[in-house]
Nanobody
Framework: QVQLVESGGGWVQPGGSLRLSCAASGITLSRYHMSWYRQAPGKERELVATISAIDDSTNYPDSMKGSFTISRDNEKNTVYLQMNSLKPEDTAVYYC?????????WGQGTQVTVSS
C-alpha cells in the first residue's frame, strides 16, 4: 500500500523553527513531484512548497511569507520542510503530497501551532 506519513509538527513560539518530515512507503519518492500544503482553520488548503522529480528544483508561491525550505533525501525516501521564523499565521495542518502523472497521494497531515 502507498502511504505518506507526516511528522515533526507541534507547538512553537513566534520566531521559532520546526522541521517537518514526510516518509513514503509503497512508492519511490524520487520519482514523484513532492509538495507541502497547509490548511488553517476556516481557510482553504494552500501550496507551501514544491520540489521537482525532474531536476530537484524547488518552487515557493510568491504569496508565501517566512523562511521555508523544501528538500528530499532519496535514500531515506523522505521529504522535508524546514520552517524558520514562524508566525502565528503559519498555524495550520501541514500535508505532504506526491504526484506522478495520474498518480497522486496525500498524507494525513501534521499540526503546527505557532503562539506565544
Amino acid at each position: 500500500q502507498v502511504q505518506l506519513v507526516e511528522s515533526g509538527g507541534g507547538w512553537v513560539q513566534p520566531g521559532g523553527s520546526l522541521r517537518l518530515s514526510c516518509a513514503a512507503s509503497g512508492i519511490t519518492l524520487s520519482r514523484y513531484h513532492m509538495s507541502w500544503y497547509r490548511q488553517a482553520p476556516g481557510k482553504e488548503r494552500e501550496l507551501v512548497a514544491t520540489i521537482s522529480a525532474i531536476d530537484d528544483s524547488t518552487n515557493y508561491p510568491d504569496s508565501m511569507k517566512g523562511s521555508f525550505t523544501i528538500s528530499r533525501d532519496n535514500e531515506k525516501n523522505t521529504v522535508y520542510l524546514q520552517m524558520n521564523s514562524l508566525k502565528p499565521e503559519d498555524t495550520a495542518v501541514y500535508y505532504c503530497h506526491a504526484i506522478r502523472g495520474i498518480l497522486n497521494y496525500w498524507g494525513q497531515g501534521t499540526q503546527v501551532t505557532v503562539s506565544s
